[in-house]
């Protein structure tokens, strides 16, 4: 009986392997139990009947019933159309035919009643359908609505006709045959708790909903269902891990103390001090941490990092900072060392670029333990750098990294894997950081350090640049320095790289008595560093860059962010580049310059900037408009293939799945209750087939 579900659709009545073949390419589907879970895409509403006095060209797909008055076919050659006038008596519409017209003529008579759908348009004076469904009205198809399912197929599919109908009846023979078979995968108690129909009648429900409310239901049921599942399986994961790796307990405070006592900069915002509070709950614990920090940029996620490896160079284990790019490490190296060396802490960095002579040492003084901290690139994974006793990997701007680096450093330390913090500005949507990461804890940093004014967001014209220059003239007067932004992407680098010379030039042009930086991605490490370097020490006024600028760099005295071509930016991007001003106590400013046309999503993007500076509702706008895939862009993404579920709709229906998870977790880590049986038996099922389980894991 278990295996009902593994029967191949050949076998189906009227489908036969040949037609099975062609399925089993184009949508993957082979088994019964593929087909029930092909879940139609939308639905064509067949629960009423229009009068056709009240069609207009503003309603979708309609349905009518009524007779034919007229047809004709007009017009030659290319131009010849079937024209038919159809009434229900309370008024005419015209239905159209350009192709088939031949078919079309001989199948429908005069003087026969009709069931009529499709989409209503305006032509001239007139509304008409163009190439409408019409059935013959019989008393199955006037009396039961319902809604009719609409399914995806394919262009060569739908040459063997093989199109949304004949899926629609696939569907409905297997369903026929096997509703009794289909056990429910949820405990009895959530289908009160949560109100859930029965996973069989949701089944039904989802390919045959009689009316709105039912289909509803269904998806929310399936929607429940498949979002509980994959939250189980990560809870899961994670209590296995907090089982299997214990991390070296750090519990001293020695240094954190002095620090505050002595050298702390500022006072720590609240969120700050919740988020080093959590994290030194994790440090005690025993437990390996796994924390993703999330801060909007510009949060100061870098002094919480810097506290969290005192917490272990206090204990005498060492730290690592990972940057994504040799201008970042560079810049958290000379602002750690600052304060480690206030404290006595010995401090190294490597890069790509640290020559082989001081590699050799660093190598040395990370295997004996005396250095303490160090900072510095992906060179800082390779395999050759060993540490006597890594306690803490830090990994900045995460979304640069990919999980494989991530469990590169866990190997670093033989006897515990270290404790490890990813920090990112990526605002990603809580909703999504718990399917991404449902395996880490989070803590967020929301609030900003106090006294910062909120950066102000203009989108110009390209016609305003001279305007804009003025602008700008009047911030350097005060003082100020100022980012300019040009695009660079893979495709059209060498176009760019030519676009932002010619800036470059302009606005050498326009401020001829200043000096400028200028910093891109064709340029050699050190003489990127250098142009930096100085525009960090205010010898230069305008910094002409391309995106390499976007993650980290921190120059306070910068207020003015200028986005060339901004509309070819995503909003993650944008939002990560704006971070770069705002960090003093100056008022500061982001000014988009775009060209006039802009698309729709373009100008959405850019409104949504000029419009707000919080960075969850920016990443919850690009999570609409990108979809999950892009925001992440990682290998995790399997997580989010989804049948039904939409992580950027259906984040409540996650929450309370989540919820649901844990609290059964918590009462059952086993899953041995027998209340959670149903559970268990569909988790030990999914593990068996592995297409199912391929999709969830
Ligand atoms: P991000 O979270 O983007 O990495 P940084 O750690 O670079 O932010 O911090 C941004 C700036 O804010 C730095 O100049 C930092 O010294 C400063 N900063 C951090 N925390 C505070 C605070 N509590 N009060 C005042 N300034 C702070
Ligand atoms: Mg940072």
Redesign the pocket.
């Known amino acids: 009986m278990a295996n009902f579900f593994e029967t191949g659709i050949e076998f189906l009545k009227g489908v036969g392997p040949q037609k099975a073949a062609h399925i089993n390419k184009e949508l993957g589907l082979f088994t019964y139990g593929d087909l029930i879970q092909y879940y139609p895409f939308r639905y064509e509403d067949r629960t009423k009947f229009q009068r056709i006095e009240d069609i207009d060209e503003d309603m979708p797909f309609v349905q009518i019933k009524g007779r034919i008055r007229k047809m004709e076919t007009i017009g030659e050659g290319g131009k010849r159309r079937l024209v038919i006038q159809f009434s229900d008596g309370t008024d005419d519409i015209e239905l159209v035919w350009f192709k088939g017209i031949n078919w079309v003529v001989n199948k429908l008579k005069m003087g026969v009643d009709y069931v009529v759908f499709g989409k209503p348009a305006r032509f001239g004076r007139k509304i008409n359908m163009a190439h409408p469904e019409v059935e013959v009205l019989t008393t199955q198809n006037e009396t039961a609505g319902f809604l009719q399912p609409v399914y995806h197929t394919s262009e060569k599919l739908k040459a063997k006709y093989i199109d949304s109908k004949a899926i629609s009846k696939m569907v409905r023979q297997v369903l026929a045959v096997c509703e009794d078979r289909i056990s429910e995968t949820l405990p009895d108690e959530f289908l009160e708790k949560f109100i859930l129909i029965e996973k069989r009648f949701a089944l039904w429900h989802i390919h045959f909903p009689s009316n709105m409310e039912l289909l509803q239901k269904a998806q929310f049921r399936l929607k429940f269902e498949e979002l509980f599942f994959i939250q189980l399986r990560l809870l899961k994961l994670k209590i296995a891990r907090i089982e299997k790796f214990q991390g070296a307990v750090f519990s001293q405070t020695g240094l954190l103390t002095k620090f505050y006592t002595d050298h702390l900069?500022?006072?720590?915002?609240g969120a700050?001090k919740r988020v080093i509070r959590e994290i030194y709950e994790d440090m005690k614990s025993g437990r390996q941490m796994n924390r993703l920090l999330q801060?909007?940029?510009?949060?100061?996620?870098?002094?919480v990092a810097f506290i969290s490896m005192l917490i272990v160079v206090s204990s005498g284990a060492q730290c690592a900072m990972m940057a994504p790019t040799e201008i970042l490490a560079e810049q958290h190296f000379e602002g750690l060392k600052k304060h480690a060396d206030a404290l006595g802490i010995s401090i190294g960095k490597l890069t790509g670029s640290t020559k082989k002579s001081a590699r050799k040492i660093l190598h040395e003084q990370l295997e004996n333990g005396t250095l303490k901290i160090l900072v510095g690139t992906h060179a800082l994974i390779e395999d050759k750098v060993a540490f006597q006793n890594l306690g803490l990997a830090v990994i900045d701007e995460q979304h640069r990294f990919g999980v494989a680096q991530r469990a590169k450093l866990w190997a670093k330390n033989k006897s515990a894997y270290p404790h490890i913090l990813v920090?990112t500005?990526t605002p990603i949507p809580r909703t999504l950081a718990m399917t991404l990461y449902g395996d880490l804890d989070v803590s967020v940093?929301d609030e900003l350090?106090?006294?910062r004014k909120p950066i102000k967001t203009i989108h110009e014209y390209d016609s305003k640049r001279l305007q804009v220059f003025g602008f700008l003239r009047k911030e350097i007067i005060k003082s100020r320095q100022i980012y300019m932004v040009y695009p660079l992407i893979e495709e059209s680098e060498k176009m760019d790289l030519k676009d932002l010379m010619d800036g470059y030039e302009s606005v050498r042009r326009a401020f001829p008595d200043q000096h400028i930086s200028i910093v891109h991605g064709k340029m050699k490490p050190q003489d990127k560093e250098f142009e930096m370097q100085r525009f960090v020490r205010h010898e230069t006024q305008l910094m002409v860059a391309t995106t390499v600028i976007e993650v980290?760099v921190?120059v306070?005295n910068a207020s003015v962010m200028v986005i060339e071509n901004a509309e070819r930016f995503g909003l993650a991007q944008l939002h990560q580049l704006r971070?770069r001003v705002g960090?003093g106590a100056e008022q500061s400013y982001c000014i988009l310059m775009t060209d006039y046309k802009l698309s729709k999503e373009a100008r959405l993007r850019i409104d949504t900037m000029v419009r707000t500076n919080n960075g969850f509702e920016i990443a919850d706008v690009d999570l609409k408009l990108r979809g999950p895939g892009d925001l992440t862009g990682t290998q995790q993404s399997g997580v989010l293939d989804l049948l039904i579920a939409d992580i950027a709709k259906d984040s409540k229906i996650l929450q309370l799945a989540r919820n649901a998870a844990s609290d059964v977790l918590e009462r059952d880590p086993q899953l041995q209750r027998p209340e959670h049986m149903n559970i268990d038996r569909h988790i030990r099922s999914l593990r068996k087939n592995v297409v199912n389980w391929g999709r969830i894991s």
């Open positions: 900069p500022f006072d720590l915002t700050q801060g909007d940029v510009g949060s100061g996620k870098t002094i920090m500005a940093i350090p106090a006294g980290g921190n306070p971070g960090r």
